[in-house]
């Protein structure tokens, strides 16, 4: 028995890929759909825990028990003021950072971030490995420290014109070198992209600089810039120091009010301001999670990327006819044309269809029924053929309408046209085939099994038959 051996063109599966484009884009809506509820939901219940802190320690400040009575300071008295004084100071000095610092501002879930890689390259510095690798760690050093210097960020706000206090630029830089790197790596976080970028190319060109004034103090060495990435992240660690700042902010107003509480009228008035009737908001805003842009995209990605692997993978491993092209380049058939059975196809997967047969014009792709026929008929006539046997390995309703269809024409130039169910399982229709010999595949993209359309035309040569051609339903 002769085997076939399956040759997919590429191009043939690229446009099975594209084609099923339904079914990726439905993919990756619910990839998208799932990572973003997932990671949302993952944000609210971080959110709802610091929430439930919160409210905690505000319904920790709503207890009262006020006793006022008015009298002359004693040395306790006094020192409850003290007290009272310092602790207002402190929360006014950190409701006003709070207030005023960008970093607390930035939202921990969806945090703008650009992460430079720096390389210290110093091979000729020094003879030894140990020695060039202490001269490394002090270069690295020199630059960390520089990084926090008051040159750089004055520099920063001169290039991105920020009325801001240096200190609330300086802790929006972050530094990382590892023990016995060459390498270390600057992180800068702002909550506008168009300013971080500013920031970060002025860090850039700062650095470049102080490279070539640290070179003539602690000699030559080469600063790279190895890698320079943007990104968008759940940052933990700035989440945690918000909510740090939150709890110590409610922490002070409860105290606060427990002094208070047992102070007179006289020594309230002597504290000054209140802390107890400012506005929460004005305190501390807590930042509700967002739908995550980033997972959303992921997801798409991700789910369009498993449903074209899974259509590659059936188009590779299924067992039923895929591409026209097979009946043509695996089994040596001469092709009398296709016909198209999705009669309602969609705008768009007509254009692909007609993108993909633009360059097809001899293969009689996507061809009618008049003009199979008349490929069967001109056959028929310069084989000096009177009668042909049409059969398939799957004869459904739809096969035997168009048999019928060719039955009618063919009659009418004198040929006769008999059928038959699969030769491989109905033996009537074996014996009609051996006897009529010349026969016509019908078959079906989809549907037609590989081993029963292989084992059929082993049949047929196997009772001296001739396989005129094949007909392709897509």
């Given at each position: 028995?002769?085997?076939?051996?399956?040759?997919?063109?590429?191009?043939?599966?690229?446009?099975?890929v594209?084609?099923?484009?339904?079914?990726?884009?439905?993919?990756?809506?619910?990839?998208?759909?799932?990572?973003?509820?997932?990671?949302y939901?993952?944000?609210?219940?971080?959110?709802?825990?610091?929430?439930?802190?919160?409210?905690?320690?505000?319904e920790?400040?709503?207890?009262?028990?006020?006793?006022?009575?008015?009298?002359?300071?004693?040395?306790?008295?006094?020192?409850?003021?003290?007290?009272?004084?310092?602790?207002?100071?402190?929360?006014?000095?950190?409701?006003?950072?709070?207030?005023?610092?960008?970093?607390m501002?930035?939202?921990?879930f969806?945090?703008?971030?650009?992460?430079?890689?720096?390389?210290?390259?110093?091979?000729?510095a020094?003879?030894?490995?140990?020695?060039r690798?202490?001269?490394?760690?002090?270069?690295?050093?020199?630059?960390?420290?520089?990084?926090?210097?008051?040159?750089?960020?004055?520099?920063?706000l001169?290039?991105?014109?920020?009325?801001?206090?240096?200190?609330?630029?300086?802790?929006?830089?972050?530094?990382?070198?590892?023990?016995?790197?060459?390498?270390?790596?600057?992180?800068?976080?702002?909550?506008?992209?168009?300013?971080?970028?500013?920031?970060?190319?002025?860090?850039?060109?700062?650095?470049?600089?102080?490279?070539?004034?640290?070179?003539?103090?602690?000699?030559?060495?080469?600063?790279?810039?190895?890698?320079?990435n943007a990104?968008?992240?759940?940052?933990?660690?700035?989440?945690?120091?918000?909510?740090?700042?939150?709890?110590?902010?409610?922490?002070?107003?409860?105290?606060?009010?427990?002094l208070?509480?047992?102070?007179?009228?006289?020594?309230?008035?002597?504290?000054?301001?209140?802390?107890?009737?400012?506005?929460?908001?004005?305190?501390?805003?807590?930042?509700?999670?967002?739908?995550?842009k980033?997972y959303?995209?992921?997801?798409?990605?991700?789910?369009?990327?498993?449903?074209?692997?899974?259509?590659?993978?059936?188009?590779?491993?299924?067992?039923?006819?895929?591409?026209?092209?097979?009946?043509?380049?695996?089994?040596?058939?001469?092709?009398f044309?296709?016909?198209?059975?999705?009669?309602?196809?969609?705008?768009?997967?007509?254009l692909?269809?007609?993108?993909?047969?633009?360059?097809?014009?001899?293969?009689?792709?996507?061809?009618?029924?008049?003009?199979?026929?008349?490929?069967?008929?001109?056959?028929?006539?310069?084989?000096?053929?009177?009668r042909?046997?049409?059969?398939?390995?799957?004869?459904?309703?739809?096969?035997?309408?168009?048999?019928?269809?060719?039955?009618?024409?063919?009659?009418?130039?004198?040929?006769?046209?008999?059928?038959?169910?699969?030769?491989?399982?109905?033996?009537?229709?074996?014996?009609?085939?051996?006897?009529?010999?010349?026969?016509?595949?019908?078959?079906?993209?989809?549907?037609?099994?590989?081993?029963?359309?292989?084992?059929?035309?082993?049949?047929?040569?196997?009772?001296?038959?001739?396989?005129?051609?094949?007909?392709?339903?897509?």
């Amino acid at each position: 028995m002769e085997k076939w051996n399956r040759n997919i063109s590429i191009k043939e599966l690229i446009w099975k890929v594209i084609f099923e484009w339904k079914k990726i884009v439905l993919c990756a809506i619910i990839f998208a759909v799932i990572a973003t509820a997932l990671r949302y939901s993952k944000d609210m219940r971080t959110y709802e825990a610091a929430k439930i802190k919160h409210e905690k320690a505000v319904e920790e400040q709503k207890e009262t028990g006020l006793s006022i009575i008015e009298e002359n300071f004693s040395v306790e008295e006094l020192q409850q003021i003290q007290d009272a004084s310092a602790l207002q100071k402190i929360a006014i000095e950190t409701r006003e950072y709070l207030e005023s610092s960008i970093l607390m501002s930035i939202n921990s879930f969806q945090e703008d971030v650009i992460t430079l890689e720096y390389y210290i390259g110093a091979q000729n510095a020094y003879e030894g490995e140990d020695t060039r690798e202490n001269y490394v760690q002090d270069i690295v050093y020199m630059y960390k420290k520089y990084l926090k210097n008051e040159e750089l960020i004055k520099e920063i706000l001169d290039s991105t014109k920020l009325d801001i206090e240096p200190r609330y630029i300086e802790e929006l830089i972050f530094v990382y070198a590892e023990q016995g790197s060459s390498i270390f790596t600057i992180e800068v976080v702002y909550p506008d992209k168009e300013v971080l970028e500013d920031m970060v190319s002025a860090v850039k060109v700062a650095l470049n600089s102080y490279g070539e004034t640290l070179a003539q103090k602690m000699g030559s060495h080469e600063l790279v810039l190895i890698a320079e990435n943007a990104s968008v992240r759940v940052d933990v660690n700035l989440g945690k120091r918000q909510l740090d700042y939150q709890t110590a902010m409610d922490s002070y107003r409860s105290k606060f009010k427990t002094l208070k509480s047992v102070m007179t009228s006289a020594q309230i008035a002597k504290i000054g301001e209140s802390l107890e009737n400012e506005s929460e908001e004005n305190i501390f805003k807590m930042q509700s999670p967002s739908i995550s842009k980033v997972y959303m995209i992921l997801g798409v990605f991700v789910g369009a990327f498993l449903a074209i692997v899974v259509i590659i993978c059936f188009a590779l491993f299924e067992t039923r006819l895929q591409f026209v092209n097979e009946m043509v380049e695996t089994y040596q058939l001469r092709l009398f044309g296709t016909l198209d059975r999705d009669k309602k196809r969609v705008a768009l997967d007509r254009l692909l269809l007609k993108i993909k047969n633009r360059g097809d014009k001899g293969k009689l792709t996507n061809t009618t029924m008049k003009i199979i026929c008349t490929n069967l008929e001109l056959t028929c006539k310069n084989l000096s053929l009177d009668r042909i046997f049409i059969t398939g390995t799957v004869m459904n309703a739809a096969e035997q309408k168009i048999v019928e269809e060719i039955k009618e024409y063919m009659a009418k130039m004198g040929v006769e046209v008999v059928t038959g169910e699969n030769i491989c399982y109905d033996e009537t229709s074996l014996r009609i085939m051996a006897e009529v010999k010349n026969t016509i595949l019908l078959e079906q993209i989809g549907a037609s099994p590989y081993r029963d359309l292989e084992k059929e035309i082993e049949l047929i040569k196997e009772y001296d038959g001739t396989v005129l051609g094949c007909i392709i339903i897509a």
